[in-house]
């Protein structure tokens, strides 16, 4: 469990240094950043302006790797050709830090470029989705579904208004018709249901005590074996206008 007003103190204050750049977006970064603070499972994701620092940074952290364009301006890094995933190698590193920069140029030619995120790689698993909303009559809105084409394609997904309980989570997980892949299936073991439940249960937290906070998006979250916990690898938090 994380420590209420701690929590909020360290997330308000990355929303107040954000807004004070003339920012609504927050970079991936700042997503887990806040995320973080708030008791939400993050990849280890650290920010190189150039090759030197990156080629520091990925020691620390070691191989395999992944690398993703670190840009206000780029909201879809995949479209950009700014993702570099199960980078083993110092060679494939410094071949690869160029690379997204140069792929990114040619796709926004004004973008902005902080440098590129070097982040801990994460061994294939279940991938979901958990997000939030602010609707305008019913406040904070949290929706969970399996990721890639079971969300945006077949709209299978599940809502419930914020704070959840985690009997609210759990419901969520299970009326999804993709339940049975997080549940097991062809002799699978199950996902780590329970990991899922708090997560969903701290996003909904966050998005009912931050109305400022108007979209989080968590996609995709690696949910592991049972008693294995979830870790998102990739998150972008939007502001309002408004405080």
Do not use: C
């Not at 927050?26 to 090759?51: C, F, H, I, M």
């Not at 991938?127 to 579904?145: K, W």
């Not at 999804?176 to 073991?189: D, E, F, N, S, T």
């Amino acid at each position: 469990m994380i420590e209420l007003a701690a929590a909020k103190k360290n997330v308000t204050g990355i929303l107040s240094s954000i807004r004070k750049e003339g920012r609504l977006e927050l970079t991936e970064l700042d997503s887990k950043r806040v995320l973080a603070a708030w008791g939400v499972p993050v990849n280890r994701t650290e920010l190189a302006r150039d090759l030197s620092e990156a080629v520091k940074v990925a020691r620390e952290i070691r191989y395999p790797l992944v690398l993703k364009i670190a840009s206000p301006d780029i909201i879809h890094k995949n479209e950009a050709k700014g993702v570099k995933v199960g980078l083993t190698s110092e060679l494939e590193l410094r071949q690869s830090f160029g690379e997204l920069i140069d792929n990114v140029h040619a796709y926004k030619p004004d973008a902005k470029i902080l440098g590129v995120t070097i982040q801990e790689y994460l061994p294939p698993a279940r991938e979901v989705i958990v997000g939030a909303l602010q609707d305008p009559s019913f406040g904070a809105t949290v929706m969970f579904g399996l990721a890639g084409v079971w969300a945006e394609v077949l709209k299978d997904i599940s809502f419930r208004l914020a704070p959840l309980n985690a009997e609210d989570a759990r419901e969520m997980i299970q009326e999804i018709k993709g339940y049975p892949v997080l549940a097991g299936i062809q002799r699978a073991p199950p996902a780590d249901i329970n990991a899922l439940v708090d997560i969903i249960q701290k996003v909904g937290q966050l998005a009912h005590e931050f109305p400022e906070i108007t979209e989080i998006n968590l996609n995709p979250i690696f949910a592991f074996d049972d008693g294995k916990g979830a870790v998102t690898a990739d998150a972008r938090i939007v502001l309002g206008r408004g405080k």
